[in-house]
C-alpha cells in the first residue's frame, strides 16, 4: 500500500488523537494494586450480594486487572462504611463502597451518625435499583398495614440509618400504625433470622434478596409481604401496598414519598471525594464496561438479581435533588424520628 504524505500526516495526527485520548485511562494502571469493595452490611442480604458479585468482575475491566477483595464493615444502617469511605479510605481508585441508598436523606433529615457531605462523594456506578419490603412471619396475628394499625407488632430494625427502622418509626407517627421497633441488628439477615426464630413477628429487606434467597419462604407461604418502599406498586408485586400511597394528608405524603424515592440510588457504588477526574473516568468507564460483561450478566440471571445500570451523572443528581428537599419536609422527619 501507498502512502501519500498527507495521508501520512493524518494517520500520524489520528495516532496522536488516539494517544491523548489513551493517555488518561493508561496513567490510571491499576497492576499490583488492590482495590477494596467496602460493603456497610453484612453478609447474606442485598448489599453484600451486590458488593460480592462487583468484586468477582470489576477488577477485569480496570486496566492492569487488580485483585479486588470484599470487606464487610456494618454498623449505623451502613453509614459506618460511608463515613470511612468519606474521611478514611485512601483516594487513588483502591476504595470504593456500597451503602444505604438512602445516604443523602439521611444526611437530609440530620442522622447524627452522618460525617459527610453526600454531594461530595464520587459516583462509580449502579448496577441495580432496588425495592426495599416489609414483612410478617406467616404466624404473627398482624398481616396486613391495617392489621399493625390494630396490634402490636415487633420488628427486626438494623439501626437509625437503615429503612427497618425508619419507615416504621414515621408510619406510626403518621398512619398510625403500632410497630414496636427492636432496633440493634446488625443487618436484614440477623433481622430474618429473628423473624424465623419467633422472637419478632417480621422485619424489612431487599425484594432481590428475598426472591433469591428466600425463596422457600416464598414458596411456601412462610411471608406476608406487607409493604414495599418505592413511589408506586412495582409489577412483579402488584399487590402489595406502596410507602409512596400512604398518608392522610399532603405533609405525609410528602414525608413517606421522601424515603421511597431511594430505589432511584438502589444499589450503587460510591468513592471518596478527591479521587482524581482521570483516575474516577476510568473506573466509571470500567465500572459499565462490567455490567456489559456476559459471564456477569449470565451469573446474576441465573440467581435471579436485576441488573439495572444507572450513570454516575443520574446518581448525583439523584442526590443534589434530596438534598434541596423542601425544610418543611426535612425539619418535620427529624422531629418524627427524634434527631
Known sequence: MITTFRGAARLLLAGAALGALMAPAMAQDFTKKTVTVYIGNTSGGSYDLYGRVVARYFGKHLPGTPTVIATNMPGAGTLRA????????PKDGTAIGIVTETLAVEQATGNPAVQFDAAKFNWVGRIASSNNIHFQWHTAKAQSIDDIKKFETPVAAAGAGNISEVVPKLLNATIGTKFKIISGFPA??????AMERGEVDGTAGSWATVRTGKKQWLDEKK?????QDVPERAADLPDVPALGELGNTEGDKQLLRLYASGGAIGRA??????VPAATMKVMQDSFLAMTRDPELIAEMQKANLDL???????LAEEVRKTLATP?????????LLSR
Do not use: Q
Not at 188 to 193: I, P, V
Not at 269 to 274: Q, S, T, V
Open 327 to 335: 425544610k418543611t419536609v426535612t425539619e418535620r422527619a427529624k422531629e
Open 269 to 274: 457504588f460510591i468513592a471518596p471525594p478527591a
Open 82 to 89: 460511608a463515613n470511612y469511605i468519606y474521611e478514611v479510605a
Open 188 to 193: 436484614s439477615a440477623e433481622g430474618m433470622l
Open 223 to 227: 411471608i406476608k409481604i406487607i409493604l
Open 308 to 314: 439495572e445500570y444507572a450513570a454516575p451523572e443520574k
